[in-house]
């Protein structure tokens, strides 16, 4: 049981390039979660999925997008890559929005310059 | 707008000490409260807590929360190394998103 994986798990991205992270769990949580979490800060929520088809934004979805298409896979797409999104991206998933805890991958380090 | 504040942000003690770690809030249509251990990478689960004073407790760590005045504690009895790391404290909302503190970073001297 893999849990919740996350790749890659380091990249670097010059200004105006543009990557997807990829998050795929194995646990069938209808729960997804992207999350950055910069130096010395707490997790900010970027986008968030209630099920399979279902997206909405959190807290900081500027520059972001993410689609799921299955109960699986939740990637998130970053287009023309900032500075200020250098961050450690989290993709975390849970089997209900309230009840139960959230499981996290393992994380990217992203490093745009 | 909601908002989840820790304390200290950074505490330094020696093995065998008791330490205490806070989390206020500020949320609007509270869920639950959560803490997480952060080491080198991802936050690991430790509590969830929904109801005022009962005790949750694992180990040499126990969580408590009061409602009424809106914070939470974390306790860690008889440190040992191993338990240096980042304690996250969120805040589930009714729209089922964590609101995050900025995290207590313990260091626990030989």
């Known amino acids: 049981n893999a849990g919740v994986t996350q790749t890659p798990k380091f990249r670097i991205l010059k200004i105006g390039q543009s990557m997807t992270l990829q998050c795929t769990q194995d646990m069938n949580h209808n729960y997804m979660y992207w999350y950055r979490q910069d130096p010395g800060m707490g997790l900010k929520l970027i986008y968030y999925?209630?099920?399979?088809?279902?997206?909405d934004k959190g807290e900081v979805p500027n520059g972001y997008n993410v689609s799921r298409s299955t109960t699986e896979d939740f990637p998130l797409r970053l287009e023309l890559a900032a500075p200020s999104q250098t961050s450690v991206y989290f993709c975390?998933?849970?089997?209900?929005?309230?009840?139960?805890?959230?499981?996290f991958g393992p994380g990217t380090r992203l490093t745009v310059t | 707008e909601d908002k989840v504040v820790q304390s200290p942000l950074s505490l330094v003690v020696h093995e065998g000490d008791t330490v205490t770690l806070n989390c206020s809030y500020e949320v609007t249509n509270f869920r639950s409260l959560l803490w997480y251990k952060q080491e080198k990478k991802a936050p690991t689960f430790l509590f969830m807590l929904?109801?005022s004073g009962i005790e949750k407790k694992s180990g040499r760590l126990s969580s408590i929360l009061d409602k009424k005045e809106l914070f939470s504690i974390l306790n860690i009895t008889a440190t040992q190394t191993g338990d240096s790391a980042v304690y996250l404290c969120?805040?589930?909302?009714?729209?089922?998103?964590?609101?995050w503190g900025a995290g207590t970073k313990l260091i626990i001297k030989p």
């Open positions: 975390a998933s849970s089997q209900t929005g309230g009840a139960y805890e959230q499981y």
């Open positions: 969120a805040v589930l909302d009714s729209n089922y998103q964590l609101i």
């Open positions: 929904t109801s």
């Open positions: 999925s209630v099920g399979a088809g279902i997206t």
